[in-house]
C-alpha cells in the first residue's frame, strides 16, 4: 500500500507561480513512475506531468515551457513547478503513483485557481 499527500495548492494571479508537493509513504519501494494529472468541472481527467524510474519525463503540450516536473528519491517526493499561470489552468491535481504491480495509487487532490 502507498500512500500519497500532497500539498501547495492555492488561490493565484494570472501569471504568477505556484509549487505543488506529493509526499509518498507506505511501501514506497514498489512505485515506478510518479506523475501528476488535473481536472477541471465537467471535463476528463488528464495527465499533465508525468517522471520514470529512469528520469524520462513526459508534459502535455498545453504545460509544456511553463511546468516542470522533479522527483526527489531520498525523500520519496515528486513535485510540480508551475509558471506562468493561465485561468485555464484551474483544476484540481492529483499526485499518481504506479506501482509495480500495474496498479496505481492516488492522492486526494488540491485545489489550483488562477484568477484573471
Known amino acids: 500500500q502507498v500512500q500519497l499527500v500532497e500539498s501547495g495548492g492555492g488561490l493565484v494571479q494570472a501569471g504568477g507561480s505556484l509549487r505543488l508537493s506529493c509526499v509518498a509513504s507506505?511501501?514506497?519501494?514498489?512505485?515506478?513512475?510518479m506523475g501528476w494529472y488535473r481536472q477541471a468541472p465537467g471535463k476528463q481527467r488528464e495527465l499533465v506531468a508525468r517522471?520514470?524510474?529512469?528520469?524520462?519525463?513526459n508534459y502535455a503540450e498545453s504545460v509544456k515551457g511553463r511546468f516542470t516536473i522533479s522527483r526527489d528519491y531520498a525523500k520519496n517526493t515528486v513535485y510540480l513547478q508551475m509558471n506562468s499561470l493561465k485561468p485555464e489552468d484551474t483544476a484540481v491535481y492529483y499526485c499518481?503513483?504506479?506501482?509495480?504491480?500495474?496498479?496505481?495509487?492516488w492522492g486526494q487532490g488540491t485545489q489550483v485557481t488562477v484568477s484573471s
Open positions: 517522471v520514470s524510474n529512469g528520469g524520462y519525463t
Open positions: 507506505g511501501s514506497t519501494s514498489s512505485v515506478r513512475a
Open positions: 499518481n503513483a504506479g506501482l509495480i504491480n500495474y496498479g496505481n495509487s
